[in-house]
């Protein structure tokens, strides 16, 4: 029915409706169309949310959601004259989707930068910069585990990308991670701005990736033979003020825990995407949760593995889907904070 695909950029080679080329080149029949959706960084598991929510209206059948982001080849970007004849030529970085700034927004709400916002945080919930150094390092930890343990073997497809002189290059593994980071090494990184907690090591990082899954009706995939994964059970989105925006998750999580009639206490894996160590250890905090929960990113986060911004909502929901398949779980909460102050959750079921 339609490809559905959250891209929080849309700015370089994912500019003109990625989903539409995504679809074509891949060589789905010409009839199926291409839609894509921005929320930030929460574009992808809006994605997948939304094509959950088409099929249960009965508007599909079978559905493609995911994300992409190629934050590597976003491009630098450059206002148009303001008056005839100006020269006030500005230049702005899309590595993040930001581009052109808005004046009143920023009068009204602040200029905070990402990095900023979740200082803003760490001081509102008295979060150290200890805390935030732990928490990195058992990120880099539990995903070299579970690399090492062939969890990843299930969800990554290698791909060949163009290698210069030597010919194409198969990549098959995350290149973000550094399982050797100690919390040594993360005490001597400076941090972003002083007096904050927020450091290279304790915050994501600035990658590319894509992620595609199938949501199907019941009868569909019945009918193809596939083995389902979990199915979409409730989903919640809730708006918070920017200068905090990475608080976002707790509000939408309460929203989804609710609609699906559930409580923190039913949930055997939870999935929070790890944008900064102080933004997930607030919401921890802010959900009144132990710093160390086993639930908890089980597999590591966006801080070991990266953050390439439409792609992590899909990337920590088939994470999580699979990490209930895995340890016979019944519940999951996936969730992630969104620039400019918004938060998203959905709740998944494993199917029996």
Request: some cysteine; proline content about 5%.
């Amino acid at each position: 029915e339609d490809v559905v695909v959250g891209c929080a950029n849309q700015a370089g080679e994912d500019s003109r409706c990625v989903a539409r080329h995504a679809g074509l080149l891949a060589g789905l029949p010409i009839e199926v169309a291409g839609s894509v959706l921005q929320r930030n960084c929460g574009s992808g598991l809006n994605a997948i949310v939304m094509a959950a929510q088409a099929v249960t209206c009965g508007e599909g059948e079978v559905m493609v959601a995911g994300g992409v982001e190629s934050m590597s080849r976003a491009p630098f970007v450059m206002n148009k004259a303001e008056t005839p004849f100006s020269r006030d030529g500005r230049v702005f970085d899309s590595t993040i989707g930001a581009r052109f700034p808005n004046p009143k927004i920023e009068r009204q709400f602040g200029a905070d930068t990402m990095p900023e916002t979740a200082d803003n945080l760490a001081r509102d919930y008295q979060i150290t910069r200890e805390a935030c150094d732990v928490f990195a390092a058992a990120s880099q930890r539990k995903y070299a585990a579970a690399k090492a343990d062939g969890f990843f073997e299930g969800e990554i497809l290698a791909v060949e990308v163009p290698g210069g002189r030597t010919g194409p290059v198969k990549v098959a593994e995350d290149e973000h991670p550094r399982p050797q980071t100690d919390l040594t090494a993360l005490a001597r990184l400076r941090p972003l701005q002083e007096g904050g907690v927020t450091t290279a090591g304790n915050a994501s990082g600035i990658n590319d990736g894509a992620v595609a899954m199938i949501v199907a009706s019941r009868k569909a995939g019945d009918t193809a033979g596939a083995e389902p994964l979990a199915r979409v059970l409730a989903s919640g989105v809730a708006g918070v003020p920017p200068r905090i925006m990475g608080i976002g998750p707790v509000e939408a999580s309460k929203k989804a825990l609710a609609r699906a009639g559930l409580s923190l206490s039913d949930i055997d894996v939870i999935e929070i995407n790890e944008a900064f160590a102080a933004q997930v250890l607030s919401c921890l905090r802010g959900l009144e949760l132990p710093f160390d929960d086993s639930r908890v990113n089980m597999n590591g986060g966006a801080i070991a593995v990266g953050h390439p911004l439409g792609a992590s909502g899909p990337r920590i929901a088939l994470t999580a889907a699979r990490q209930l398949q895995r340890t016979g779980g019944r519940y999951a909460l996936v969730t992630m904070c969104v620039g400019v102050g918004q938060g998203i959750a959905a709740v998944l079921e494993r199917v029996q």
